[in-house]
């Protein structure tokens, strides 16, 4: 449905931010996508809705329902948007006009882009927050953003996303300014929606429990590079590239209480301090010479696909 | 972020160093006495002994622009001085303590703010004879409340930042929060200010001494200097000119200096502008 | 009661909001409402709650920066908020704090070895034995690195110079507010083990708040769970992750587990 063929966005600096990435979207799918700050999951997800940041240069191919679209082609992309592919973002407050009333929010699009008259658009908006769960829907719709709290802005977001029955939903870390009982809900109403309406949901999180408990399959990302992926329950108990094991590892868990944590060395470096080769080289266990300079090759994995030059059953 | 500096700083510092040379070559040279009179020499044309010509009285009028260059910078620099740092001091003071100090602080600004900086300056005059000091006194004084309003406004911004509260729970006392902290960190927008209020008090001490209020005979004022050929326009339209157009390049250097410095210490404001 | 290094009695905070109309009684919000709990020198206690739970405003009262409206907090046996101003900043030297904001909780326009010895220098005390060197390296940094500035370094470098800062003057109690929240995972692990190793070679105590249950069992012995200003949980790590007796702590389980991982 969206496919993204050796995809590289490159900073003005020529830093390169994200590094030949291939992944394709499926109906109905819900992917994650796993990294830490400076990997290029927004990035990733900016890129296949056409809103990757000016000045970045991108250059791949991104293929919407088999038609190319070149990163700058707006008006292609906004024929797109909101019908075939929607986002949503992590802080719900600044994504909401704080002078416009919550339902005509929802209502303008629904008027723009499907031509409903005014009731018709209304009883659409009410029939939205309905559907993603927002308590006293009717009342809620006359209501202004500071009057709900941050879980039910996320809805209305999601209600939002949803106007134009898009076929994929992006999500970029839509849980991480929520509390926890509160994300719980979101993630539940993400999967419901995904699985009600036949929708592809793309979960970007730093939140290993979130995606796990969202997503069938998973991509981890680490300085620019896809380096696994994978079905998210099997590369989560399994993980082949050390990365993703240091990172499992390094989460503290509530099981395994040891008196210290295992650490994955060093820090996330730098987009310009990145190695040439393995982006992960320089803090890896079971770095080889040929680390550092030459760029490991896919491989299969037992639970998947790693982007690695040793990978396998780690230490950890 | 473009590394280029904005016109109008580059214009407005031209136009100051000019203004500042001037008054500083003026404490140890003059072509001659500002105040030596050449009664056969007067209303001289332009020549190469005197490069503006002279008054009415011979004097040369290079040299009493520039020991007039000299006094406003002078009065300028002592009265935004004092004005700058009793109103810092009580800016500071009042973001610190709160409650009804700040209270207290800010309403006396307001009236601060209220009183006609004029009336003021005439008040003083009436009260204690007409002079530079006075209008030192009256600049400093209206100076007072703008900077304390100022510095209020920024520091209270900084007094929410969370390395001072990592500094109040090392135990810094607020007095020590204040000069290590919070003074280094609004000193940008203090100085905007100092800036823009340096092209108020020259015009405000120009005014003054053209009302007879400042600067007394023979001490050398562009103020005063209008005033003085205000009588001779028609005879000698030159003698208005040249100190008119002192006051304007001093004014106009200090405030594009000010305007530019606010664009960059503030890239919200500088952004909004058209490129 | 008298071997406890911090003594928290039934203390409870509440704030007067805005009135809604002219004549209204204006709203009472319960920040804090009866919360107590011992800690002994060396202990780690966590407290886990969302944001608007009371943690943090528990916190600033344990430090001194707010009063409770009922209540006393003892630290070593003395009721900190009885202190005259002057006595409470000298008695900070045996209480220091760690903040959430590893990118706001240093002065961008002071070197770090300046930040390092503000402690030292509120007590009136100078850096005569570079004692900066020394806590930098403790926190796993270089002596030499004292004189850069904060933009020089990453966001877990900067939490190592904060707790550099916090330890300096050798307290006995470190109040951590959400210390690790800000930091990516792979960071937040060194950062947690740098904790640990501190709290045994200089006999720490802590006060660790935050949202993430994982991360604080982690780290604590024993667990305070709050709610809108209430104490729900309160017992050993093991026994409150074994039998959680509340809805909320259940879900608060729920969010910190990775499928197929760590499932308890």
């Known amino acids: ?56 240069q991108v250059d791949g191919q991104v293929l ?25 973002f992590q802080e719900p407050m600044a994504a909401l006009n704080p002078l416009v009333r919550v339902g005509d929010t929802v209502a303008e699009p629904l008027r723009l882009h499907l031509g409903l008259d005014r009731a018709a658009a209304r009883k659409r908006a009410l029939d939205l927050f309905e559907e993603t769960g927002i308590p006293q829907a009717r009342r809620r719709l006359g209501q202004y953003p500071h009057e709900l709290s941050g879980g039910q802005r996320q809805r209305v977001l999601i209600a939002l996303a949803l106007a134009c029955d898009p076929d994929l939903l992006i999500a970029d870390e839509p849980t991480t300014a929520l509390d926890a009982q509160v994300a719980l809900r979101i993630t539940d109403l993400l999967v419901r929606l995904s699985q009600d309406r036949q929708m592809a949901l793309m979960f970007i999180s730093h939140d290993l429990a979130a995606v796990s408990r969202t997503t069938h399959d998973i991509v ?44 994955i060395p060093g820090t996330v470096p730098q987009l310009f301090a990145l190695p040439p080769g393995c982006r992960f080289a320089g803090r890896c266990a079971r770095e080889l010479p040929q680390c550092v300079g030459t760029r490991p090759p896919v491989v299969a994995t037992p639970t998947g696909q790693a982007a690695c030059h040793l990978p396998g059953a780690g230490q950890t | 972020m473009n590394a280029r500096l904005p016109v109008n700083i580059l214009i407005g510092a031209a136009l100051v160093a000019v203004v500042m040379f001037a008054a500083l070559l003026s404490a140890i040279w003059t072509p001659y006495p500002y105040a030596g009179i050449d009664v056969a020499n007067k209303f001289a044309a332009p020549s190469g002994a005197h490069w503006l010509g002279t008054d009415q009285l011979g004097r ?8 007039a260059a000299g006094n406003s910078m002078g009065v300028a620099v002592v009265a935004v001085g004092i004005g700058c740092s ?55 004084f209206i100076n007072i409340p ?86 001779l326009m028609y005879l000698a339209p030159q003698l208005a000119v040249w100190p008119g157009l002192c006051i304007v390049t001093a004014v106009l250097g200090f405030g594009l200096l000010g305007d530019g410095l606010r664009d960059i210490s503030d890239p919200r404001l500088a952004r909004r502008r058209p490129a | 009661m008298s071997d406890d290094l911090l003594s928290v009695q039934g203390v409870t905070r509440r704030y007067v909001l805005p009135r809604r109309t002219l004549l209204s009684t204006p709203p009472v919000l319960a920040a804090v409402e009866n919360v107590g709990f011992e800690l002994s020198a060396g202990q780690t206690l ?16 344990v430090m001194g920066f707010e009063r409770p409206d009922t209540g006393k907090i003892l630290f070593k046996g003395r009721d900190i908020h009885g202190l005259s101003t002057g006595d409470l900043r000298r008695a900070r030297r045996n209480f220091q704090m760690v903040f959430q904001d590893p990118f706001g909780s240093l002065d961008p326009r002071r070197r770090v070895g300046w930040s390092i010895a503000e402690p030292l220098r509120a007590m009136g005390e100078t850096d005569n034995d570079n004692r900066v060197g020394r806590a930098l390296e403790q926190v796993g940094l270089q002596a030499s690195q004292a004189g ?34 800000a930091l990516d995972v792979s960071v937040q692990a060194q950062i947690l083990n740098l904790l640990m190793d501190l709290q045994d070679d200089l006999g720490l105590a802590m006060l660790f708040i935050s949202h993430d249950l994982a991360v604080v069992s982690s780290i604590c012995d024993t667990l305070l769970v709050m709610q809108a200003g209430q104490v729900l949980e309160a017992g050993t790590v093991n026994d409150v992750l074994g039998a959680p007796k509340h809805d909320y702590t259940r879900a608060l389980l729920a969010a910190a587990r990775v499928g197929g991982v760590a499932s308890p």
């Open chain 1, 64 to 88: 919407v329902k088999g038609e190319t679209i070149a990163a700058d082609d707006e008006r292609a992309w906004r024929r797109h948007r909101a019908r075939t592919m929607a986002m949503i």
């Open chain 2, 146 to 231: 703008t900077f304390a309003r100022v510095t209020r406004a920024a520091a209270n911004q900084i007094w929410r930042r969370e390395y001072v509260f990592a500094a109040r729970a090392a135990g810094m006392s607020t007095f020590a929060i204040s000069r290590d902290h919070i003074l280094p960190n609004i000193a940008a927008p203090v100085i905007v200010q100092a800036t823009i209020e340096f092209a108020v008090a020259i015009l405000v001490e120009a005014a003054l001494s053209y009302l007879g209020l400042g600067a007394q005979p023979p001490e050398p004022s562009w103020g005063r200097m209008l005033a003085e050929a205000q009588t």
């Open chain 1, 220 to 263: 981890v990302m680490y300085g620019g590079d896809i380096v696994e992926r994978g079905q998210t329950v099997r590369v989560l108990s399994d993980p082949a590239h050390p990365y993703t094991q240091g990172l499992l590892a390094a989460r503290p868990s509530l099981m395994h209480r040891e008196r210290r944590l295992p650490t």
């Open chain 2, 60 to 67: 040369d009028l290079v040299s009493q622009l520039m020991a």
């Open chain 3, 46 to 61: 966590g407290i886990v709650g969302e944001s608007g739970s009371g943690k943090s405003t528990l916190a600033r009262m």
């Open chain 1, 1 to 56: 449905m969206i496919a993204l063929h050796n995809l590289t966005v490159r900073t003005t600096g020529g830093h390169v931010a994200v590094r030949g990435a291939d992944l394709a979207i499926q109906p109905g799918q819900r992917l994650g996508v796993v990294g830490e700050s400076g990997s290029g999951k927004t990035l990733l997800a900016l890129s296949m809705i056409g809103m990757v940041p000016e000045g970045l």
């Open chain 3, 148 to 181: 850069r500035f904060p933009h020089e370094f990453s966001g877990g470098q900067r939490q190592r110079i904060a707790i550099a800062r916090a330890i300096i003057t050798r307290p006995s109690l470190l109040v951590a507010d959400e210390a690790v929240s």
């Open chain 2, 86 to 140: 009793i109103g810092t001091a009580l800016g500071l003071l009042a973001a610190a303590k709160g409650g009804w100090i700040e209270e207290l602080i800010m309403r006396l600004s307001d009236l601060g703010f209220a009183f006609p900086a004029l009336l003021f300056a005439i008040m003083l005059a009436a009260a204690f004879g007409p002079s530079l000091s006075m209008v030192v006194i009256a600049i400093a």
